[in-house]
C-alpha cells in the first residue's frame, strides 16, 4: 500500500469525526431551532419518528456489512447492491407503518404527521446503501457527505421552521431535502466500483449472509428503544422530550468511535500494531478533551436548548461517559473483526460463521444489550407507580446504560488481548489529560464569571461558543507546545487535505 493510501486510511477517522464535529455544531443550531419553534410533544414525537426509521432500515442492515466488506476488497458492487436495495423498499414501508400505527394510538398523536416520516425513510434508505459502500471503499467520503448534510440541514430548517413556521412538518421536510443530497453524493463517489451489470450471485451471496447478520442488527434495534419504551410504559412522549435532548447534548462526546473508522479498513486489507497504535492515540487526543469540556458546560448546553431541559445535564453526563467508554471498547472491537478472515472466499458458511470472532462479538454485545433494555424497562415499570419526577426517571435510565457501557467495554478489550496480538497503548494518553486539565481550569474559571445565563438563546449561545472556542485554543495551543506527536499529525492532516483536494476539486 502506498504512503499516501495509509495516509488516507489513517486520517479516514479524522474527516469522519470532522463531519461529526460540523454535525455536532450544526446539529446542535438544528435542535435549537426545533427545541425553541416545537412544542415539547412535537419535539417528543420527532424523537419517536428516528426510532421508528431505525427499525425499518433492519432490512438493509441485514446484508450491509457484507457489501461494505466486498467494497473494502475492491468488489465493484454498485449495481447489484443497488437491485438489492429497491427490492427491500416495501419491506421497509411496511415496518415504519407498523411501528408509526401503534405508537400514535399509545400516545395519541396525528397519525398522519407520524406517517410524514416516511419521506425522510426513502432518502435515508439510499443513504444506507452509500455509507455501506464508501465505509469500506473511501471511508473518508462518507465523512465529507456528512458535513454536507449537516450544513444543508440548518439550512433548510432556517428556511422551513424558522422563517416559515412550519412546525413538526418543516423539520421532517428538511432533514428529507438534506439525506436526499447527502445519499446523492456518496452514491456519486460510489461510480468506480460500477460494472454496469447486475451480479446476481453476489446478490445471493449477500441475502444468504442476512441471517448471520440477525444477531448484529438485533442489537441495533434494541438499542433504539429507549424512547419507544419511555413513551409506551409511561403513557406519554413528554419524557422523550428529555432524553432526547440529553442524548442531543451529549452526542459529540459519544461520537468518539467515529474516529477509528478508517482502522477497520485498514485492518481487513492488511494493518499492524503501528495502526491500531495511531488510530487510539488520534480517537483520545480528541476524545478526552470533549468528554472532559462536556462534562463542565453539559448543564449550560441544555439551557440553550431549552432552559427546563437544563435539569437533565446529570443524565447527559452520564451519556457522555457511557459513550466514551464504549469508544474506547469499539477499538477491541475493531481489531476482532478486522482481522477476521472468515468470510473471504466466494461463500460464506453459517459454519465458519459460528466460529467466527464477529459472531462472538455479535452474540456478548446483544445480550448485554438484552440485559440493558430489561433492567430499563423493569425500572419503568416499577418507576411508573411511584415515581413521577421525569429528571430522576432519565437519570436512573443514563446510569443503567454507563453501568452496562463498563462491561462491554471490558469485554471487548479483554478478547482482544487473549485473541490477538494488538494491544492499547495508555502510556500515550499523559499528554492529553495534562492539556485536557489546563483547558478545564481556564473555561471552569471563566464560566464562573459569566454568572447565571440569560433566558434567550441569541444572549446565551454566543457566551457558552465563546467558552467552547477558548478552551478549544487553550488545548490545541497546550498541546502543541508538549506533544511531538501532535505536531507531526498536523503535518500529516494538512499533507492529506492537500492532496484531497488537488484529486477532487482541482
Known sequence: MSGLSKVRLRLSGALAFAANLVGYVTGFIFTVFITRRLSEEEFEVWALINSFIVYSLTPYNLVSSWISRDAARGRRV???AMALWTLLIPISIIIYILAG???ADVINYDLNIILLGLIVLIPYIFLNLGNAIQSGYAPQNVGVAGILFEISKVIFALSLVVV?????VGVIVSISLAYSIQSCLLLYKSSPLSQRKVRRDWIIKWLKGAPINVISVLNDVLSATNIVLMSM????????GYWQAAVSASALATSSRLLTRGLRARLLSGGSQKDVDKAF?????LAIPMLLGFLALSKDLLWVLRPTYSSAWIAACFLALAGFIRAVGNIGSTVLTGTDRFDQGDEVMMKDYLRSRVFLLNKLRVALTVLNVISVAVYLLLAKGFMTDIVEII???SLIHFA???????INLRLMSRMTDFRLNFGCLKPYFIASAVMIIVVYALRNMLGPLPARVLEAAPLIVALVVVGALIYGGTLYLISRQFREFLKEARSFINSYMSANFL
Open 164 to 168: 416559515l413556521r412550519l412546525g413538526l
Open 78 to 80: 454498485l449495481e447489484s
Open 404 to 410: 452496562y457501557s463498563i462491561v462491554g467495554a471490558l
Open 395 to 397: 437519570t436512573s435510565v
Open 281 to 285: 492515540s488520534f480517537s483520545m487526543m
Open 101 to 103: 400505527v401503534g405508537s
Open 233 to 240: 410504559i409511561l403513557g406519554h412522549a413528554i419524557i422523550a
